[in-house]
Antibody
Framework: QVQLQESGPGLVKPSETLSLTCTVSGGSINNYYWSWIRQPPGKGLEWIGY???????NYNPSLKSRVTISVDTSKNQFSLKLSSVTAADTAVYYC?????????WGQGTLVTVSS | QSVLTQPPSVSGAPGQRVTISCTGSSSNIGAGYDVHWYQQLPGTAPKLLIY???NRPSGVPDRFSGSKSGTSASLAISGLQAEDEADYYCQSYDSSFVLFGGGTKLTVL
């Protein structure tokens, strides 16, 4: 059974860079798309972007200038970097498999942007 | 403001049937892109409920069904149960971008 686990700091200061890693277990990261999705407290889901195992990416246009998603197939991990964060970036961040019809999700990790 | 429009809330009594709509446009749902549906119970990650407009993953009861027509899609839940109380999200695409609806809160009366 494929499992995903997000890891990274739960608190980030304004203007700094948010960095999260998703570790995939129970299956290979190869030959799949992998996504990051976030959910601000009390609000809906927002797609951040996805990466294919080969490294090709696609990002939400509203976040594109600040987002980088990368993959490390040797570690079965993929990562998210979001730069110049503000309080509006406070959210639960989920890593998922696929770029639609996401059947596998991590449990989510709350990242708070605050000084 | 989401590109895919869902009603903020719906409600129904146990045993009843409810539907949740997801309205898009000619550049997303109307362009032929698939629609997927997710159920999110309080404090948990979303769970895939319907994929490819009308398909249920293994383990999802057949009380849940999906359909798509034109620029809209619908999720129907029959035989409503208390455990169905949750937030529901539709998801589709616009070109290569992923879109989510704003979500619908289902209350079981």
């Amino acid at each position: 059974q494929v499992q995903l686990q997000e890891s990274g700091p739960g608190l980030v200061k304004p203007s700094e860079t948010l960095s999260l890693t998703c570790t995939v277990s129970g299956g290979s990261i190869n030959n799949y798309y992998w996504s990051w999705i976030r959910q601000p407290p009390g609000k809906g889901l927002e797609w951040i972007g996805y990466i294919y195992s080969s490294g090709s990416t696609n990002y939400n246009p509203s976040l594109k200038s600040r987002v980088t998603i990368s993959v490390d197939t040797s570690k079965n991990q993929f990562s998210l970097k979001l730069s110049s964060v503000t309080a509006a970036d406070t959210a639960v961040y989920y890593c998922t498999r696929g770029y639609g019809g996401h059947g596998y999700w991590g449990q989510g990790t709350l990242v708070t942007v605050s000084s | 403001q989401s590109v895919l429009t869902q009603p903020p809330s719906v409600s129904g009594a146990p045993g009843q049937r409810v539907t949740i709509s997801c309205t898009g446009s000619s550049s997303n749902i109307g362009a032929g892109y698939d629609v997927h549906w997710y159920q999110q119970l309080p404090g948990t990650a979303p769970k895939l409920l319907i994929y490819g407009n009308s398909n249920r993953p293994s383990g999802v009861p057949d009380r849940f069904s999906g359909s798509k027509s034109g620029t809209s899609a619908s999720l129907a839940i029959s035989g409503l149960q208390a455990e169905d109380e949750a937030d529901y999200y539709c998801q589709s695409y616009d070109s290569s971008f992923v879109l989510f609806g704003g979500g619908t809160k289902l209350t079981v009366l």
